[in-house]
């Protein structure tokens, strides 16, 4: 079955946003993990003087601000790219008309 225009430009759309979102994710969490190892490491520095808790605090930093930075990353990952570029966009998006009046559900009771 050949692909229409449409159902090629929302591929092209979907892997657009996948590497997006991906890109987004990955930096999100090396940055994360960056910062949480080296905060870890001053907290460590400053509680401790010893090898074993300062690794502690290094590990608890990266794992929890890694995994911080990669959850914003994603969420920025889902913000459209710019303007022009909206993910919904069309080239006629008023030729539908929009809802007029309220619709009810057949399934509904009135009170």
């Known amino acids: 079955m050949p692909k229409t225009p449409r159902a090629s430009a929302d ?6 946003h996948e ?8 930096v999100g969490a090396a940055l994360g993990s960056a910062a949480g190892a080296l ?3 001053v907290v460590g520095l400053i509680v401790t003087q010893t090898t074993g808790p300062l690794v502690t605090c290094i590990l608890v930093g990266l794992i929890g601000l890694g995994g911080l930075g990669a959850l914003w990353g994603r969420m920025a990952g889902l913000e459209s790219p710019g303007p022009s570029e909206e993910p919904m966009q069309t080239e006629h998006s008023l ?9 009810r559900s057949p399934h509904r009771a009135e009170w």
């Open 11 to 16: 591929i092209e759309r979907g892997r657009k």
């Open 19 to 26: 590497s997006r979102v991906v890109t987004r994710l990955t």
């Open 95 to 103: 030729a539908e008309p929009a809802a007029t009046r309220e619709q």
């Open 39 to 41: 905060a870890g490491l």
